[in-house]
């Protein structure tokens, strides 16, 4: 019997592979704990882990800051939203060791984030806490992968549903109206709108782009990707001129073709970081409403689509990596209902033309 009684000391002893394994469990007080404990022994034994010092692990909190955040730096081209996106977590579950936190805690953490507001009193996406909750999984898969004796409490936590996609573009009247306010101390700001609308870039590629990436003779402007300056997918892709953003950027040319950087701060000479408080302000003077810049690059993307140009077109244009991300942006417009109503309307007229042609041919002569 592997599991006997000496005195008031329940203890084990067992065999395992020609080896015995034998000692006292003082904390057992009636048999079936005993076993347990005797179970728990045995799979120590299989496991190799017998007679070891477990290690400890270490807080949530310590593993964050010291090993995850530094590993983030190295390795992701968008660590700066993991700083952002640990200090929640931090504050909610930082005190406890990782062995400790179970997939209860977590789902705690969910309800609670969700139910939360935002520094602006607004309801807080269900994408916000599911990037949480993927970056807390992330920190526990680098933490087994360095050797830490814990399971990743995530894995058995659901994420929340996400229907966060937005419809939102530009019509021509609403693109008139943004255009008429972009003048005196707003005037720098229409040179981005324009080549937002017709090159799709994003904001961050059109602040950091360099005359030096603008090839008037090819008619290209290169999106780049560098140590300095890095696109979103990390890949680097050209994009063809149109009349009007060539236009646009020959203008800039003759103001500040002698500087590095097309768009770039009047007083610091260093390349614009943000523009926010200026496009906000100029939307809501033009009566826009729910309206973000990067929604003129959704505006592009909407109106390449509505001219018939293909997805895998939209997609080399804008710098995706998968089909489904373009087709987010490929909205139908109103105006491309219409034509393609009529296009079906047409091809019933041309049908319907041909019809007393087919039934005057099969008429049976009379007898």
Same mark, same amino acid.
């Given at each position: ?43 120590? +034994?299989?496991?190799?882990?017998? @007679?070891?010092? #477990?290690?400890?692990?270490?807080? *949530? $909190?310590?593993?964050?800051? %010291? ?126 709108? +324009?080549?937002?609308?017709?090159? @799709?870039?994003? #904001?961050?590629?059109?602040?950091? *782009? $360099?005359?030096?990436?603008? %090839? ?152």
């Amino acid at each position: 019997m592997s599991v006997f009684k000496r005195g008031s000391k329940w203890c084990y002893d067992f065999w395992v592979n020609g080896k015995r394994y034998r000692g006292s469990i003082p904390e057992a007080r009636v048999k079936a704990q005993a076993e347990r404990a005797e179970h728990a022994i045995r799979d120590q +034994v299989y496991e190799g882990t017998y @007679g070891k010092q #477990r290690i400890r692990a270490p807080l *949530l $909190r310590d593993f964050i800051t %010291d090993t995850f955040l530094p590993w983030s730096k190295v390795n992701k081209r968008t660590w700066v939203h993991d700083e952002f996106r640990s200090r929640p977590l931090i504050k909610a579950l930082g005190n406890k060791p990782m062995d400790e936190i179970s997939p209860i805690l977590i789902e705690k953490y969910k309800r609670d984030r969700r139910a939360s507001k935002t520094a602006r009193g607004g309801e807080r996406a269900p994408s916000t806490v599911n990037r949480e909750l993927e970056l807390l999984s992330k920190a526990f898969s680098l933490a087994i992968d360095q050797g830490l004796s814990i399971s990743n409490p995530c894995r058995r936590v659901k994420r929340f549903r996400e229907d966060n996609e937005r419809n939102r573009y530009l019509s021509d009247q609403e693109e008139a109206r943004l255009l008429s306010v972009l003048t005196g101390p707003r005037a720098e700001l229409r040179p981005l709108v +324009v080549l937002a609308i017709h090159t @799709g870039m994003r #904001r961050g590629e059109l602040l950091s *782009l $360099r005359w030096a990436n603008v %090839d008037f003779e090819r008619g290209l402007i290169h999106v780049m990707n560098s140590q300095r300056e890095q696109t979103k997918t990390g890949h680097s892709r050209s994009i063809p001129m149109n009349q009007i953003a060539r236009r646009e950027l020959l203008g800039l040319h003759r103001e500040t073709g002698h500087t590095e950087y097309v768009f770039f701060n009047d007083k610091t000479k260093k390349p614009r970081t943000d523009l926010k408080n200026g496009f906000g302000t100029a939307c809501v003077i033009a009566g826009l409403d729910d309206f973000r810049f990067h929604d003129l690059r959704h505006t592009a993307a909407t109106r390449l689509a509505n001219a018939g140009t293909n997805t895998r077109e939209i997609m080399a244009i804008l710098g995706h990596r998968c089909i489904q991300t373009s087709a987010r942006y490929t909205h139908a417009t109103d105006e491309g209902l219409r034509r393609a109503m009529e296009a079906l309307a047409q091809r019933q007229t041309r049908t319907d033309t041909k019809v007393p042609t087919i039934a005057k041919q099969r008429q049976v002569p009379a007898a």
